[in-house]
């Protein structure tokens, strides 16, 4: 079924990255025909080696079409494609989209009064959106003991007594 998606979703987009087939076929798409992504990597690698499915390399960035698809096609598909990748791709695109989730959590933890949260932005109302804002991070340990490598955007308080990080 992996293989028979992948021919299915290139056929339509005309060429596209790993992570597009990804987003169609292991995440979106009908619930019973969703794959595993690992099994995705599986199929398209045996799609390329029998040849059906053909990659192309711009940049570091690794593209995939079938062996039939008409060139004039990839082109135009790819003229389309690329630039929004690599706008997407920028450090500041991604800062910037980052900054604007958590911000999304941070107002929906305001508005709610069952849990308790820490973390916070402490300057939301102080300027517009073309400066980054500051945040202030929650601990990164609790009684002595670190809750992770990674730091957490925030941490919510049940009132049980259950700790969970975002």
Known sequence: MARRRIVSVLKSHGIATSRTL???IADGGPFAMRIHPHLLTVARASLEQKGRVIRVERG???????NDT?????????????????????R???????????????????????????????????????????????????????????RHDFMVIHPSGLIAGI
């Open 22 to 24: 990804e987003q169609k």
């Open 60 to 66: 570091s960035i690794p593209w995939f079409h079938l």
């Open 92 to 150: 500041n695109f991604t800062l910037r989209l980052g900054q604007t989730l958590e911000i999304a959590i941070y107002r929906a933890l305001l508005t709610q009064n069952k849990i308790s949260h820490m973390g916070r932005f402490a300057n939301l109302d102080e300027h517009d959106d073309d400066q980054f804002y500051s945040k202030l991070e929650p601990p990164g340990d609790l009684n002595g003991q670190t809750i992770g490598k990674k």
């Open 70 to 90: 008409k060139p004039s096609v990839i082109q135009e598909r790819l003229e389309i494609q690329e630039p929004v990748l690599l706008a997407m791709l920028n």
